[in-house]
């Protein structure tokens, strides 16, 4: 994956709460076996609507989107991140997420920022008085700003995310490295019962 | 001090130098179409096997239609994502149950069916329902695409220590009341963040009751309050369930093995980072109303209204109600329903069909309701012919399908219609989950059965 040092440009306010990954990418878009494309089906239940936020002229070109609490429970999709990364989003700020969700984002490099309530109320409140505010999430050094508004908030981040999104890596290459560990514990931890009684 | 289930489990899995990040090893990964085909596709642009196809088993679930074999896949994209896993898993070498295979089914009622899903193992999947076999005693939990490829190639996962909670269930459930009533009464308490980044046990006299379908069902559902995993120590229950299935030894072997099983439970003096406590005999028949399965109201009650709702979550409540098209102090018991779902990995299992046929032998479904039985597997379905319980559905007007996910998340043909409302055993509400527009309703096998032929919710006691 590609590294990620600093995602800045627009937001958009999404003000919803409990957007499931069903909601970011419905499952007839799942049926697909390539992952390039989803874009298109990201939101795709809303995006008829002409009211819906990311058709709003002002928001076009966001590569932040600012969510609403318990964002991407639900279904281990990663379909949903890579639908976000499609349409051009590189980071996502909330409150809270789903646990499978954030942890998926983080081998696509898709930087998930988790604020309390308060500072994502604030924050979408400055990207709405203004949709052409610049928003920075700096993952060297843990900060959300807003320079026009002078606004800046730390958050967190596991440090081996952090790490990895840093410096682009492929974990499946890193574990490899590993496969002397990996045969040693097998060694020790033997066979699968099953092995030999089901077959196709 | 004493160790928790979950910390057995890790200890034993575990692998991690000094200075390391921990890999957890894994013992079976189980495999379907729509979360893997870019995970083979990885594996071949970086010319890499599958470190142990043996410990990795495929099954065809999520798009199958639930028609007889001789119909083909209508929809192209699902006929090539099904031949996507047909090529993966030849060109790989992982044993695959493909549609119409006896062993084919939803890939979380199969592993324990056939003894695969095993206590004290970690399993995996690219399918947030794992959790579902941390009824047997195994670590299980879901993963996404990235972590499928990773799993393909090491066997491994890159992993950090999750917290732990007790889900602690007193009493006793009272008769008529279900595992699935007892699910959603703990997610409705929880929330659907409540369980973020903690892994479940459940205990208690009530969890000791359930049968091993039973504590699935509860199993099943820990995600949806936000838990990755959620489990149930080993105990008798367990080992008799896992007695005589295809992948386990026989005879003494068996033995030796349930013995050391028996060793999978939290120690006494364990700590739990977190804990709940709930009353059985305060579980009652359960629905959701809302959009999300957190939003549980009884089945004797009535809509709720935005006012009982706190303030953060009003905004979500009102959209809720105007998507499910609900007026708020509405009777649940006047709620017609268009479609009854019976089926999925929450709710397709023999004692699930057995609860559902129960309530329809000698009934007619309500002339305005379309009613599908989906089995979990072709071994589910078999089972269920042997009892004649195909007749009693097909007698009393339902429809008698192939096995696969079907309508819980309709990706086969087997959807609602923008506006149905459906009463459906599975395990998300969510917006559009079961068709675009559609409205679902989540319900235990015998409230779906008897809600089918009254025409709208109802408990089996209502029924004349």
């Known amino acids: ?200 | 001090m004493g160790r928790t289930l979950y910390e057995k489990i890790w200890d034993e899995h575990v692998i991690a130098g000094v200075g390391e990040t921990p890999l957890l090893y894994v013992d079976l990964h189980l495999v379907h179409e729509v979360t893997s085909p870019q995970a083979f596709d990885g594996l071949r642009l970086n010319s890499r096997r599958v470190r142990r196809p043996d410990r990795t088993i495929a099954t065809a679930d999520h798009n199958v239609p639930t028609e007889p074999l001789s119909v083909p896949v209508a929809d192209p994209v699902s006929a090539r994502q099904l031949e996507a896993l047909d090529e993966n898993c030849d060109e790989f070498g992982v044993t695959l149950f493909p549609r119409g295979h006896e062993n084919q089914g939803i890939v979380h009622v199969i592993g324990p069916e056939l003894g695969l899903s095993q206590p004290g193992s970690v399993i995996v999947c690219g399918d947030s329902h794992t959790s579902t076999h941390g009824a047997l005693g195994a670590l299980a939990f879901g993963i996404g695409t990235s972590e499928v490829e990773h799993v393909l190639a090491t066997q491994t996962l890159v992993q950090q220590k999750a917290k732990t909670m007790a889900v602690t269930v007193n009493g006793a459930l009272r008769p008529g009341v279900s595992a699935k009533d007892l699910v959603l009464a703990i997610v409705a308490r929880l929330g659907t963040g409540g369980g973020a980044g903690h892994v479940f046990e459940y205990r208690g006299e009530a969890i000791r009751a359930l049968s091993m379908e039973g504590r699935m069902t509860v199993c099943n559902m820990s995600i949806e309050a936000g838990a990755r995993a959620g489990l149930i120590a080993v105990d008798e229950t367990t080992i008799e369930y896992l007695r005589g299935r295809p992948g386990v030894a026989a005879g003494s072997a068996f033995e030796a093995q349930a013995e050391r099983w028996r060793a999978y439970v939290s120690d006494d003096d364990a700590i739990f980072d977190a804990e709940i406590v709930l009353d059985a005999a305060d579980v009652v028949a359960n629905v959701t109303w809302g959009t999300n399965p957190a939003q549980v109201v009884a089945l004797s009650g009535t809509v709720p209204s935005p006012e009982e709702a706190r303030a953060d979550q009003r905004e979500a409540f009102e959209r809720a109600l105007a998507y499910m098209d609900l007026t708020p102090g509405t009777p649940v018991r006047e709620i017609p329903v268009d479609v009854v779902f019976i089926g999925s990995c929450t709710n397709s299992r023999i004692e699930d069909l057995r609860a559902a046929a129960k309530v329809a032998a000698g009934r007619s479904v309500a002339p305005s309701v379309r009613a599908l039985v989906v089995p979990g597997s072709h071994h589910v379905k078999a089972q269920a012919e042997a009892e004649g319980l195909d007749e009693i559905f097909l007698a009393a007007g339902f429809e008698w399908r192939e096995p696969g996910c079907s309508m819980c998340l309709g990706m086969n043909p087997d959807q609602l219609r923008p506006g149905q409302r459906s009463a459906s055993t599975s395990n998300r509400n969510f917006e559009g989950r079961q068709g675009r527009g559609g409205r679902t309703h989540l319900v235990s096998p015998a409230v779906a059965a008897a809600t089918a032929i009254a025409g709208h919710f109802a408990e089996p006691g209502d029924l004349s």
């Not at chain 1, 969700?101 to 990207?127: H, Y």
């Open chain 1, 1 to 200: 994956m590609k590294a990620v040092h600093v995602v800045e440009g627009r937001a958009v306010p999404l003000e919803r709460a409990d957007v499931d990954t069903d909601q970011i990418i419905p499952s007839e878009w799942l049926k697909r076996v390539e992952r390039t494309g989803f874009g298109r089906g990201l939101f795709s239940e809303w995006r008829d609507d002409p009211a819906f936020v990311l058709n709003q002229a002002e928001y076009a070109g966001a590569s932040i989107l600012v969510a609403g609490p318990r964002f991407g429970t639900g279904s281990s999709r990663e379909h949903a991140v890579w639908a976000l990364m499609d349409y051009g989003f590189e980071a996502v700020i909330a409150p809270s997420f789903g646990d499978i969700f954030r942890n998926n984002s983080s081998k696509q490099g898709l930087v998930i920022v988790q604020m309390p309530p308060e500072d994502v109320a604030n924050l979408t409140r400055l990207v709405k008085e203004d949709p052409s505010r610049h928003v920075v999430v700096d993952v060297e050094n843990l900060v959300v700003e807003v320079p026009e508004a002078n606004w800046q908030r730390p958050f967190a981040l596991e440090a081996a995310t952090r790490e990895r999104l840093l410096n682009g890596w492929d974990d499946i290459g890193l574990t490899l490295r590993r496969d002397e560990e990996i045969t040693s514990y097998e060694r020790g931890h033997g066979n699968p019962s099953w092995a030999g009684l089901l077959t196709s």
